[in-house]
T-cell receptor, first 111, second 115 residues
Framework: AQSVTQLGSHVSVSEGALVLLRCNYS??????LFWYVQYPNQGLQLLLK??????LVKGINGFEAEFKKSETSFHLTKPSAHMSDAAEYFC?????????FGTGTQLKVEL | NAGVTQTPKFQVLKTGQSMTLQCAQD?????MYWYRQDPGMGLRLIYY???????DKGEVPNGYNVSRLNKREFSLRLESAAPSQTSVYFC??????????????FGPGTRLLVL
C-alpha cells in the first residue's frame, strides 16, 4: 500500500524567502508522485509530477521538486515566495487506480 | 471546454434528508472519482469508476452510493445524511485509471453542511 506524510500542517515564510514543503512517501512499487495546490474555495490543480526519468521536476509558478529514492522524499521548493503562493499544498502518491493524498500543508506568505 | 463541473456548489441538509451530488466532465475521460475533504485529513477517496459501467469502493464508502450514468457523468448520493458527512466533496477525472502518470483533474467542489 502507498502512503504519504507531509511534515508541517502550517508553514509561514516571508515574501521573497525560500519555500520548502516536505513530503515523504511509502510505496511497495516504484512511486508516481504528485504535488497539487488548492487556492481558497477552489478545487485542486496539478503543480508537478514525477513518473520516471529526471529526478528534479519543474512545475508551474516556479515550483520544483526532487525525487530522492534513498530518502523516500519528494519535497517541494520555490526559491522566492510570492504573496500569490499562499494556498494549501498536497502531496500524493499513485498506486493502482487511486491517488493517496497527504494531509496537506497550508502555506502563509507574509510581507 | 469546462473540464470537471459539479452541482450544487453549496447545500444545507437536515439529518436524515437525502441528496445527490452531480459531476460531469467534458474531456472524454474514462475514470472518475469522488473524494471528501475534511480539515487535517487531506482528501479521502469515497468511490471511483475506472470505466463506464464499473464502480468500486474507496477508503470511506459508508453512507454513500454512486452511479456512473454514462461516460461523462458520475453522481454521488447520500441516502440519509448525517452530521459526520458535513464536508467538501470533490469530483475528479482522469483519462485512464491505472495509468500511473495520468493527472487527475478536479472540479470546484460542493460544500455540504448537515445539521
Amino acid at each position: 500500500a502507498q502512503s504519504v506524510t507531509q511534515l508541517g500542517s502550517h508553514v509561514s515564510v516571508s515574501e521573497g524567502a525560500l519555500v520548502l514543503l516536505r513530503c515523504n512517501y511509502s510505496s511497495s512499487v516504484p512511486p508516481y508522485l504528485f504535488w497539487y495546490v488548492q487556492y481558497p474555495n477552489q478545487g485542486l490543480q496539478l503543480l508537478l509530477k514525477y513518473t520516471t526519468g529526471a529526478t528534479l521536476v519543474k512545475g508551474i509558478n516556479g515550483f520544483e521538486a526532487e525525487f530522492k529514492k534513498s530518502e523516500t522524499s519528494f519535497h517541494l521548493t520555490k526559491p522566492s515566495a510570492h504573496m500569490s503562493d499562499a494556498a494549501e499544498y498536497f502531496c500524493a502518491v499513485r498506486g493502482g487506480n487511486k491517488l493517496t493524498f497527504g494531509t496537506g500543508t497550508q502555506l502563509k506568505v507574509e510581507l | 471546454n469546462a473540464g470537471v463541473t459539479q452541482t450544487p456548489k453549496f447545500q444545507v441538509l437536515k439529518t436524515g434528508q437525502s441528496m445527490t451530488l452531480q459531476c460531469a466532465q467534458d474531456m472524454n475521460h474514462n475514470s472518475m472519482y469522488w473524494y471528501r475533504q475534511d480539515p487535517g485529513m487531506g482528501l479521502r477517496l469515497i468511490y471511483y469508476s475506472a470505466s463506464e459501467g464499473t464502480t468500486d469502493k474507496g477508503e470511506v464508502p459508508n453512507g454513500y452510493n454512486v452511479s456512473r450514468l454514462n461516460k461523462r457523468e458520475f453522481s454521488l448520493r447520500l441516502e440519509s445524511a448525517a452530521p459526520s458527512q458535513t464536508s467538501v466533496y470533490f469530483c475528479a477525472s482522469t483519462q485512464r485509471a491505472g495509468a500511473h502518470q495520468e493527472t487527475q483533474y478536479f472540479g470546484p467542489g460542493t460544500r455540504l453542511l448537515v445539521l
